[in-house]
């Protein structure tokens, strides 16, 4: 079982930086694939990136490709998501998800935080 608590969301102007922390707790958590997915209202939710057990694959949305770079700290128990050069079509909550395997898709995930706001405005 691995319980996961997102923090770092906020508002910022198009353009700037965020960054998104994701603290899990378990003794498993290195033996887990992370990966961070976004929703927006009225809409899927979606893949962002993720991010293998060792750190050693990471894999991205097109939409965030050069300007997103996810990490682990595997002493700490926590997953980052930097993101950089935001638009205003990022606005979304942002979701991190523990799971077995490196894929885009919420269903390869089994664990999920409650998700953190993430507000661009233009």
């Known amino acids: 079982q691995v319980q996961l608590v997102e923090s770092g969301g906020g508002l910022v102007q198009a353009g700037g930086s965020l960054r998104l922390s994701c603290a899990a707790s378990?003794?498993?958590?290195?033996?887990?694939?992370m990966g961070w997915f976004r929703q927006a209202p009225g809409k899927e939710r979606d893949f962002v990136a993720a991010?293998?057990?060792?750190?050693?694959?990471?894999y991205y949305a097109d939409s965030v490709k050069g300007r997103f770079t996810i990490s682990r700290d595997n002493a700490k128990n926590t997953v980052y998501l930097q993101m950089n050069s935001l638009k205003p079509e990022d606005t979304a909550v942002y979701y991190c998800?523990?799971?077995?395997?490196?894929?885009?898709?919420?269903?390869?995930?089994?664990?999920w935080g409650q998700g953190t706001q993430v507000t661009v405005s233009s």
């Open positions: 998800a523990a799971g077995g395997t490196i894929l885009a898709t919420p269903k390869a995930f089994d664990y």
């Open positions: 378990g003794r498993t958590f290195s033996s887990y694939a």
């Open positions: 991010i293998s057990w060792s750190g050693g694959s990471t």
